[in-house]
């Protein structure tokens, strides 16, 4: 059986190698991310060159972990067509502007042909206010959408 196919977006990673947090939410999400890196390898998992843009900034300390944990993962870029995707998702207002790298990862999501687009951006990826308009779009340019996805839910899938 084929492997499912997951983009790996920068908050999981941030979780992955945050200090421990004093509040349980983010506390039982760092938890989450560690487990279910623990055996990401039932997946075939990798990066865009955005994600690897997105966790290089920052404490440089920190930046240096995150870097470590993604560059074990394939780098696919960031092409003229993802970027075109990600605009026209921007200007339907469907991402706002402010967060046109979230448009990124879901265009080369479903530009790579991602199963699964794995995040804990639950404001402008995983939307459900916004999902099904966002899929239309998506194939509408004969692509087809990743399913978005936090490292918990798919851990349930996978049980």
């Not at 560059?71 to 026209?88: G, K, V």
């Amino acid at each position: 059986m084929d492997k499912k196919r997951v983009y790996v977006e920068s908050s999981v990673i941030s979780y992955l190698t945050a200090r421990p947090a004093s509040q349980s939410g983010p506390r039982h999400r760092q938890h989450i991310t560690a487990e279910w890196w623990s055996i990401c390898s039932n997946w075939e998992c990798f990066v865009a060159t955005a994600v690897l843009d997105e966790i290089a900034q920052g404490d440089p300390v920190a930046a240096s972990q995150r870097m470590e944990k993604a560059r074990t993962l394939p780098e696919m870029p960031i092409t003229d067509e993802i970027r075109a995707l990600a605009n026209l998702l921007v200007a339907r207002n469907l991402v706002p502007s402010s967060s046109a790298t979230d448009a990124v990862h879901l265009a080369a999501a479903a530009f790579y042909r991602a199963d699964y687009l794995v995040t804990w951006n639950q404001k402008h990826l995983d939307n459900l206010a916004l999902g099904s308009r966002v899929e239309e779009l998506i194939r509408g340019w004969g692509l087809s959408p990743a399913k978005v996805i936090t490292p918990e839910r798919l851990l349930e899938e996978t049980i």
